[in-house]
């Protein structure tokens, strides 16, 4: 067997011709000059490659994820950008219906106003006829009512409903405040009574016609009635004539002894 003489190895040139030659001795030498956490680095490039491309992956599929869902919202958005747009114009419409509505309303209220005038103003001349028609009925049953239900010897009308002539009237008022009996403002409150229906005894009768009674028509009688007596020192009885006498004034009427006298 022949040996081979080795090769003197003087230079890195001659390392370098070795190592080329010999292949466990390029791997003797990689081993002796790297280090085993530099040999693993191609390993982790590649790991780390793998772990970049995962999440490029992700993160494109969050995009698209999420452009989805914007695509979502800007249809939703206007949709409803469509249906606010709708609901003005379907307001305005109503409000141009209303504006319409309301103009004719005002001039129907108008109409009604005027045609309100017109009642107004036929009713009080209805109510001036029918008042004073009712109490030129009532005078004339007046008396007989005092001479029937009261008891009066004689009566007469000493001071009438339509407020004329009552010479009668005016010399008891004209007696009473010579007399200091009463006092003018008394006598000017008594002066507004409606009716008085007097009797030759001293009796008197001071009424307030309305056509339906109130407490007001009330405490004028009663307070009238007693102006009265002062006046004359005779009996006076406060009444009321109406046609109406509701509950409440009813009771009133009873309490403070108000004679009624009823006429349709």
Do not use: W
């Not at 009925?137 to 409903?161: E, H, K, L, W």
């Not at 001293?202 to 405490?219: F, G, K, P, R, Y």
Request: aromatic letters at 6%; one cysteine or more; hydrophobic letters at 40%.
């Amino acid at each position: 067997m022949t040996m081979t003489t080795p090769t003197p190895i003087e230079t890195f040139e001659d390392i370098l011709a070795a190592m080329e030659k010999n292949p466990r001795l390029q791997a003797a030498m990689r081993q002796h000059v790297l280090d085993q956490e530099f040999l693993q680095l191609p390993a982790i490039v590649r790991e780390l490659q793998q772990a970049v491309a995962q999440l490029t992956q992700l993160v494109r599929e969050y995009i698209a994820a999420t452009d989805a869902r914007l695509e979502q919202i800007e249809a939703r958005l206007e949709r409803i950008e469509d249906d606010v747009a709708e609901l003005k114009t379907g307001q305005a419409r109503l409000e141009g219906r209303f504006d319409h509505l309301e103009g004719r309303f005002d001039r129907m209220e108008g109409r009604f106003d005027r045609m309100e005038g017109r009642f107004d103003r036929l009713e009080g001349q209805f109510n001036q006829f029918r008042g004073e028609n009712y109490e030129a009925r009532v005078q004339s049953q007046a008396v007989s009512y005092a001479i029937v239900q009261m008891g009066f010897s004689n009566p007469y009308v000493s001071r009438p409903v339509n407020a004329g002539n009552a010479p009668q009237f005016n010399s008891v008022l004209q007696q009473a405040l010579s007399n200091d009996s009463i006092t003018k403002d008394q006598a000017m409150d008594l002066c507004n009574a409606d009716l008085i229906i007097s009797a030759d005894d001293n009796q008197h009768l001071v009424a307030e016609i309305s056509i339906t009674a109130s407490t007001t028509d009330i405490e004028r009688a009663v307070r009238r009635a007693g102006i009265m007596e002062s006046a004359t020192g005779g009996a006076c009885k406060p009444a009321i004539i109406a046609q109406d006498v509701p509950a409440p004034q009813s009771e009133e009427v009873k309490e403070h002894e108000v004679a009624v006298m009823l006429f349709a």
